[in-house]
């Protein structure tokens, strides 16, 4: 798994003697107003391959807003704590961890206690080093983001130097992921944004060119950029909005992956005929043991080139979980990841 597996919760975990820690729990499916902030939480002991992390810092992220409100397709048993991208120190390791001890700069892919919390527990394999060049701000902004955007960029679209790809919603967590992604592999970047802000942001993080997707006539600039022959990949963040019109932007043999998507949208299957083009789903779920070590190796070795940077955005300690699950949905421009301080 490449997201927490929510399936897993406190009740299934050893838990360590006496101590306790602050951590957000949820026992009923709804609103944000669920996520209840509680400070007699049992801290969880690592068993055999699990490592317990002291938390500094957790990304939020969209799929933790529909996971709360009972919307998604895995729903976790309750009560359950979210949170998957934590970065911190390892605290302790359980029996049969070989490459991680305590006092390790860490960063997690996925938890199996939740990263809404002080402590946490993740299984060895989906936790990372944190290099001295990355902060745990920046440590807890990886994990989905980036792991989402190499998995949609080059397992699902297959993107290659010299391509053009357009990233909508290129100033959030994901959309930076993908400028800086896309940028270091050679391809011809393209962002939508919808402040100035945002689209400075897209500029600065790998884009050549940006758009405020807010214009009527953005997609009329992103034709011209490209002299008329369309893009080849588009990574869409909200295709119940855009995918239509993404499938006219398009060139031949183009490709559209779906990242994010908040309801249902009516497109014409013949805009895909004539160009044969594709509009393939992402999901981090279905990725496989060695998709998983394949972009961990990648992202890692663009952490060392210095070129992977996640940017942050909005900051919340822990007891603002509520207001953050809704600023992430209501908010009327991204801007970087949005971030819980521990």
């Given at each position: 798994?490449?997201?927490?597996?929510?399936?897993?919760?406190?009740?299934?975990?050893?838990?360590?003697?006496?101590?306790?820690?602050?951590?957000?729990?949820?026992?009923?499916?709804?609103?944000?107003?669920?996520?209840?902030?509680?400070?007699?939480?049992?801290?969880?002991?690592?068993?055999?391959?699990?490592?317990?992390?002291?938390?500094?810092?957790?990304?939020?992220?969209?799929?933790?807003?529909?996971?709360?409100?009972?919307?998604?397709?895995?729903?976790?048993?309750?009560?359950?704590?979210?949170?998957?991208?934590?970065?911190?120190?390892?605290?302790?390791?359980?029996?049969?961890?070989?490459?991680?001890?305590?006092?390790?700069?860490?960063?997690?892919?996925?938890?199996?206690?939740?990263?809404?919390?002080?402590?946490?527990?993740?299984?060895?394999?989906?936790?990372?080093?944190?290099?001295?060049?990355?902060?745990?701000?920046?440590?807890?902004?990886?994990?989905?983001?980036?792991?989402?955007?190499?998995?949609?960029?080059?397992?699902?679209?297959?993107?290659?130097?010299?391509?053009?790809?357009?990233?909508?919603?290129?100033?959030?967590?994901?959309?930076?992921?993908?400028?800086?992604?896309?940028?270091?592999?050679?391809?011809?970047?393209?962002?939508?944004?919808?402040?100035?802000?945002?689209?400075?942001?897209?500029?600065?993080?790998?884009?050549?060119?940006?758009?405020?997707?807010?214009?009527?006539?953005?997609?009329?600039?992103?034709?011209?950029?490209?002299?008329?022959?369309?893009?080849?990949?588009?990574?869409?963040?909200?295709?119940?909005?855009?995918?239509?019109?993404?499938?006219?932007?398009?060139?031949?043999?183009?490709?559209?992956?779906?990242?994010?998507?908040?309801?249902?949208?009516?497109?014409?299957?013949?805009?895909?005929?004539?160009?044969?083009?594709?509009?393939?789903?992402?999901?981090?779920?279905?990725?496989?043991?060695?998709?998983?070590?394949?972009?961990?190796?990648?992202?890692?070795?663009?952490?060392?080139?210095?070129?992977?940077?996640?940017?942050?955005?909005?900051?919340?300690?822990?007891?603002?979980?509520?207001?953050?699950?809704?600023?992430?949905?209501?908010?009327?421009?991204?801007?970087g990841k949005m971030i819980l301080i521990i």
């Amino acid at each position: 798994m490449l997201t927490y597996d929510p399936l897993a919760g406190f009740p299934t975990i050893k838990m360590a003697s006496s101590k306790v820690m602050k951590a957000i729990r949820v026992s009923e499916f709804g609103a944000p107003s669920v996520l209840k902030f509680c400070s007699d939480v049992p801290v969880p002991a690592p068993g055999p391959k699990q490592v317990l992390i002291r938390v500094h810092a957790c990304g939020v992220n969209p799929v933790e807003t529909y996971i709360r409100a009972g919307a998604y397709a895995r729903k976790p048993s309750l009560p359950y704590t979210p949170g998957s991208d934590v970065a911190g120190v390892v605290e302790a390791v359980g029996d049969g961890v070989r490459f991680l001890k305590a006092g390790d700069r860490v960063f997690t892919i996925s938890t199996e206690t939740g990263g809404y919390a002080e402590y946490t527990l993740a299984s060895e394999e989906s936790v990372h080093k944190l290099p001295e060049s990355l902060n745990y701000k920046q440590g807890a902004a990886v994990g989905i983001p980036y792991f989402t955007a190499y998995r949609a960029l080059f397992h699902k679209a297959h993107a290659k130097a010299g391509e053009t790809v357009l990233i909508h919603g290129a100033s959030g967590g994901v959309g930076v992921a993908a400028c800086q992604l896309a940028r270091a592999f050679g391809l011809k970047v393209l962002g939508t944004a919808g402040t100035p802000d945002g689209m400075k942001l897209v500029l600065s993080n790998g884009a050549h060119v940006a758009f405020n997707h807010r214009e009527k006539d953005y997609m009329d600039k992103i034709q011209d950029a490209t002299e008329g022959n369309g893009v080849n990949v588009i990574v869409e963040m909200l295709s119940n909005v855009n995918l239509s019109n993404d499938l006219t932007l398009l060139a031949f043999g183009g490709r559209v992956t779906i990242v994010g998507c908040r309801g249902s949208v009516e497109i014409n299957p013949r805009d895909t005929m004539a160009k044969e083009t594709s509009i393939v789903g992402v999901s981090l779920f279905s990725a496989t043991k060695e998709e998983r070590a394949e972009t961990a190796a990648a992202l890692f070795a663009g952490m060392e080139a210095g070129w992977l940077k996640p940017v942050i955005g909005p900051e919340y300690s822990l007891d603002k979980a509520a207001q953050a699950h809704e600023d992430i949905i209501d908010s009327s421009g991204a801007f970087g990841k949005m971030i819980l301080i521990i």
